[in-house]
């Protein structure tokens, strides 16, 4: 019993397959290299071949794990039925589905975009966290017990519980319309995929964070500067990596094998401060 209770034994990520889709920048290669660093083998997932490159030699600079990549696309069932198989020829087990892929788009109110704007941000942010978990719902559950299950870390925002969708991180006049309604549904799939696999032994929890220095928020941040942010942060920053790696390797660890269904707020506490501006945070 003692042993089981020692951080080592808590928290071992070591030897675990981990994917991380969206794992080439941003807060998914902050997860991508957390749990490398800590001797799982990771793989990483996105589109453009080249930044995966980029991003797995500097992920290789601090792993004790292997780490890889896979050029994949999962704005699309197809895309995310690919990834699933080129992953499936690489290994026959998985231990932690990493759902981070995410867009965003803004726009103005009265000429909102239906494709770019609804369409697409719909397939990226909800439909390739359904299509990737049912994908690889079967390499999650092999060899899972209540004690030692397979876990699914949903990326979720927010901007989740937060319906601002006009503010500092979108140009003035435009706004995120269709952002903040996308990850809502990934809280709600995130319930919804914890109550179908809790009896095959596999968690599913959604992670919510707030800003996070990323490409997705450099324009707003830069543009507003860094101050504005800071200023509405009761902590008086950003988040960092240590952040939600440390949150990652929990709910992928033993230490979470009865947590499911959570939604963790990752934000500084910064919902519960007046801001400067209202902001959509991504």
Aim: glycine content about 10%; charged content about 20%; proline content about 4%.
């Amino acid at each position: 019993m003692a042993s089981s209770l020692s951080t080592s034994s808590l928290f071992n990520v070591r030897g675990r397959i981990v994917l991380v889709t969206g794992g080439s920048s941003g807060i998914g290669k902050m997860i991508a290299t957390g749990f490398a660093h800590n001797g799982a083998d990771v793989y990483i997932a996105s589109r453009k071949e080249k930044q995966l490159q980029e991003a797995v030699a500097e992920i290789k600079k601090v792993a004790t794990g292997k780490v890889d990549y896979i050029v994949a696309n999962v704005s699309s069932k197809a895309g995310c039925d690919a990834l699933v198989r080129e992953f499936r020829k690489r290994e026959s087990n998985l231990h932690v589905l990493v759902n981070n892929s995410g867009i965003t788009w803004g726009g103005p109110y009265e000429d909102f975009p239906e494709e770019r704007g609804w369409d697409n941000v719909f397939n990226v942010n909800v439909k390739s966290v359904f299509y990737m978990t049912a994908g690889l719902t079967d390499l999650l559950a092999k060899d899972a017990t209540n004690l030692d299950p397979g876990h699914v870390i949903n990326i979720s925002s927010t901007a989740s519980v937060d319906p601002h969708c006009e503010g500092a991180l979108s140009e003035a006049g435009n706004g995120t319309w269709s952002y903040q309604p996308s990850k809502a549904a990934v809280n709600h799939l995130t319930s919804a995929l914890a109550l179908k696999l809790a009896p095959q032994f596999i968690t599913v929890n959604a992670i919510l964070p707030g800003v996070f220095p990323s490409r997705m928020t450099a324009w707003g941040i830069k543009t507003a500067g860094e101050e504005i942010f800071n200023a509405s942060q009761p902590t008086g920053r950003f988040g960092r990596p240590e952040d939600v790696v440390g949150l990652s390797l929990f709910l992928a660890s033993p230490a979470s094998a009865h947590v499911t269904g959570s939604h963790t707020i990752l934000d500084g506490g910064s919902r519960f401060s007046s801001r400067i501006a209202p902001t959509a945070k991504l």
